[in-house]
């Protein structure tokens, strides 16, 4: 088990040094991260200065757009052009006459899809300078909580694509889903507002502005487990399915 997690992991590293778009893909966070840390507080000035608005309530909304929701989808993207240029050279043909499952193949990308999304998470979000230093401890369970998140969409795209050029498709539909509805109930005061728990990025954003206002995020980090698992394992029987 340990000797066919170390394969895979070079053939990854591989492949994401060799394809330069999943290469630009990866390193997408450093370039959004800069823009928060660097643009956020001069537009927050001028923003006071000229239109008396503040900004800086408005920073859990910022972050959870640029770099929170973001993630996932970086993540899980590039997770699944991984499979899918796996399944186009026979790696997954060939797992069949080898001791090495299926689920424990796709059981490596999904840790790996889990524990990048929350480094991205944890990461971006305190270099951001935006984040109080006070809530790093609690966006570790819920970086983890959106790395299933990313996890979801991986398989959500290898349910949909057949290659790589339909799974570009893919993601840029799903961000509209999963990095856009999540940010509209950021300005609702109703509980209407659990309706875009469908939308599996929606339980780590809403943990995470709960988490900031003081409140108890906890019972959203349980939800968005549960939900999230949920998908995943109806995910993966499809996507189980469509490979045999």
């Known amino acids: ?40 507080p001069p537009v927050t ?32 993207g590039v997770g699944s052009f991984l499979v899918l ?48 230093l006070s809530l790093v401890p609690e966006l570790v369970p819920i970086g983890l909580l959106t790395g299933l998140s990313g996890v979801v969409i991986a398989l959500t795209i290898l349910s949909v694509a057949r290659n790589k050029v339909e799974g570009i498709a893919v993601v840029r539909g799903l961000g509209i889903v999963v990095a856009g509805l999540p940010l509209i109930p950021y300005f609702l005061d109703s509980d209407w507002q659990l309706l875009f728990g469908l939308t599996p990025t929606y339980w780590p954003s809403k943990a995470y502005w709960v988490a900031d206002q003081g409140g108890a995020w906890w019972p959203y980090l ?11 394992w109806a ?3 499809r996507f189980e399915k469509r490979i045999r």
């Open 45 to 76: 000035t001028m923003l006071a200065e000229r239109y008396h608005v503040d900004l800086v309530p408005c920073y859990p909304l910022i972050l959870t757009g640029f770099l929170l929701l973001t993630s996932p989808i970086v993540v899980g």
């Open 235 to 237: 995910l993966f029987r």
């Open 1 to 40: 088990m340990t000797s066919a997690m170390a394969v895979f992991g070079r053939n990854d590293l591989r492949g994401v040094r060799r394809e330069s778009l999943l290469l630009g893909v990866a390193l997408a966070p450093l370039v959004w991260i800069s823009l928060v840390r660097f643009a956020t």
């Open 222 to 232: 349980l939800a968005g487990v549960v939900y999230n698992g949920l998908l995943i």
């Open 85 to 132: 240029e796996e399944r186009d050279s026979g790696t997954l043909a060939a797992l069949r006459v080898t001791p090495v499952s299926i689920a424990t193949f796709f059981g490596y990308r999904a840790i790996t899809v889990l524990l990048v999304t929350a480094v991205y998470v944890v990461g971006t979000m305190t270099a951001s300078g935006l984040l109080p």
